[in-house]
């Protein structure tokens, strides 16, 4: 072997040798920074809480949050439902909210610690935050921060609609942080993070009335290179796109589409299965559609708007129909909608 090819070996070894080192140190410095970034406690009943580190969480001593939260009771139940049901823990002056789900299938098991552990990653304002969660053999709790003003179907739905209805503005705002929240998911985190039941009901409402999107019970991970995920058909009857009960395929465009309905029902004030549609043999997004092509669309605006700018509304109509678009290739993703939802905020007096 010539002089030059043992010194090309040796150059090339050593560069193999330093990527591998780099790598490993890599590796160990996750580990011991995921290590710091996590509160770890084990319960005598065989349970194990995780508590990720954070302003929040860091002047909470771990083994009373935990007391406290094996003591919750039905009086301190919150909300319930399919996906489970909700509590408020408060200690320290510091309120929680604390969602039990039972245990289920063994493959989705499998996955609730990996899938909590990305959700501790997330830090946007527009998204609820995991402060940790709890894993036992018969039931699991995920611990999130405390929306003061509930969920958004409250006010559209349920008994604040007439306490304190939405004006248009508030509506607005809604509408472009849950927008934010949700082109977060699909295009900033990594691995990108498909919701898969978006609805007035998973979108809460801070102390400001900002949106927080809530509940990933369905999200799905996917990897940058991905394009769909195959599950089997979840999510909530009126929000899902066409498309998904076809090919049983999860995309952000489905999310999408689940977004677009979300924006009808701040326009309208109508529920996508509103008893009249159901009567009508129609539904709210056929319904909106043929109000929008006779040109008609302030006519389907809830009631409820007193005052509002009619080109304004008009404009985030246009929206909410790119949204809706049957084909999902045509369809505007979450990136396009926020830009738009944004130009239109840019054009108010």
């Given at each position: 072997?010539?002089?030059?090819?043992?010194?090309a070996?040796?150059?090339?070894?050593?560069?193999?040798?330093?990527?591998?080192s780099?790598?490993?140190?890599?590796?160990?410095?996750?580990?011991?920074w995921?290590?710091?970034?996590?509160?770890?406690?084990?319960?005598?009943?065989?349970?194990?809480?995780?508590?990720?580190?954070?302003?929040?969480?860091?002047s909470i001593?771990?083994?009373?949050?935990?007391?406290?939260?094996?003591?919750?009771?039905?009086?301190?139940?919150?909300?319930?439902?399919?996906?489970?049901?909700?509590?408020?823990?408060?200690?320290?002056?510091?309120?929680?909210?604390?969602?039990?789900?039972?245990?289920?299938?063994?493959?989705?098991?499998?996955?609730?610690?990996?899938?909590?552990?990305?959700?501790?990653?997330?830090?946007?304002?527009?998204?609820?935050t995991?402060?940790?969660?709890?894993?036992?053999?018969?039931?699991?709790?995920?611990?999130?921060?405390?929306?003061?003003?509930?969920?958004?179907?409250?006010?559209?739905?349920?008994?604040?609609?007439?306490?304190?209805p939405l004006?248009?503005?508030?509506?607005?705002?809604?509408?472009?942080?849950?927008?934010?929240?949700?082109?977060?998911?699909?295009?900033?985190?990594?691995?990108?993070?498909?919701?898969?039941?978006?609805?007035?009901?998973?979108?809460?409402?801070?102390?400001?009335?900002?949106?927080?999107?809530?509940?990933?019970?369905?999200?799905?991970?996917?990897?940058?290179?991905?394009?769909?995920?195959?599950?089997?058909?979840?999510?909530?009857?009126?929000?899902?796109?066409?498309?998904?009960?076809?090919?049983?395929?999860?995309?952000?465009?489905?999310d999408?589409?689940?977004?677009?309905?979300?924006l009808?029902?701040?326009?309208?004030?109508?529920?996508p299965?509103d008893?009249?549609?159901?009567?009508?043999?129609?539904?709210?997004?056929?319904?909106?559609?043929?109000?929008?092509?006779?040109?008609?669309?302030?006519?389907?605006?809830?009631?409820?708007?007193?005052?509002?700018?009619?080109?304004?509304?008009?404009?985030?109509?246009?929206?909410?129909?790119?949204?809706?678009?049957?084909?999902?290739?045509?369809?505007?993703?979450?990136?396009?909608?926020?830009?738009?939802?944004?130009e239109?905020?840019?054009?108010?007096?």
């Open positions: 072997m010539t002089s030059s090819a043992v010194l070996l040796y150059i090339t070894i050593c560069c193999v040798a330093f990527i591998i780099k790598i490993i140190i890599s590796v160990l410095l996750y580990k011991r995921a290590r710091k970034r996590r509160i770890v406690e084990e319960s005598l009943s065989g349970g194990k809480m995780v508590m990720f580190r954070s302003p929040t969480t860091q001593n771990s083994k009373a949050f935990m007391k406290t939260m094996m003591k919750l009771t039905n009086k301190d139940i919150i909300g319930s439902g399919g996906y489970g049901t909700v509590y408020k823990l408060t200690i320290d002056d510091m309120a929680f909210a604390v969602k039990r789900l039972n245990k289920g299938r063994t493959e989705r098991d499998l996955g609730f610690e990996r899938e909590v552990d990305a959700m501790g990653d997330i830090k946007h304002r527009n998204i609820v995991l402060h940790g969660y709890y894993i036992a053999p018969q039931f699991n709790l995920l611990i999130y921060e405390l929306m003061p003003n509930g969920s958004l179907d409250l006010f559209l739905h349920r008994r604040m609609r007439e306490e304190k004006e248009w503005p508030t509506r607005f705002k809604i509408a472009l942080g849950a927008a934010r929240g949700i082109a977060y998911l699909h295009h900033d985190c990594i691995p990108h993070i498909i919701h898969r039941d978006i609805k007035s009901s998973n979108i809460l409402l801070d102390q400001n009335m900002e949106a927080r999107v809530s509940d990933f019970g369905l999200a799905t991970l996917m990897g940058p290179d991905n394009t769909h995920v195959s599950t089997v058909v979840a999510g909530t009857f009126g929000y899902l796109a066409p498309e998904y009960f076809d090919t049983g395929k999860a995309t952000t465009k489905g999408v589409y689940s977004f677009g309905v979300v009808l029902e701040l326009l309208t004030g109508k529920q299965t008893e009249s549609f159901i009567e009508e043999g129609t539904k709210l997004v056929t319904w909106v559609k043929g109000v929008v092509e006779d040109r008609k669309e302030e006519h389907a605006v809830d009631s409820n708007l007193i005052n509002f700018p009619v080109d304004e509304v008009k404009k985030v109509f246009a929206v909410a129909e790119k949204c809706l678009e049957p084909d999902p290739f045509k369809r505007s993703d979450m990136a396009r909608v926020v830009k738009m939802l944004e239109i905020n840019s054009q108010k007096v």
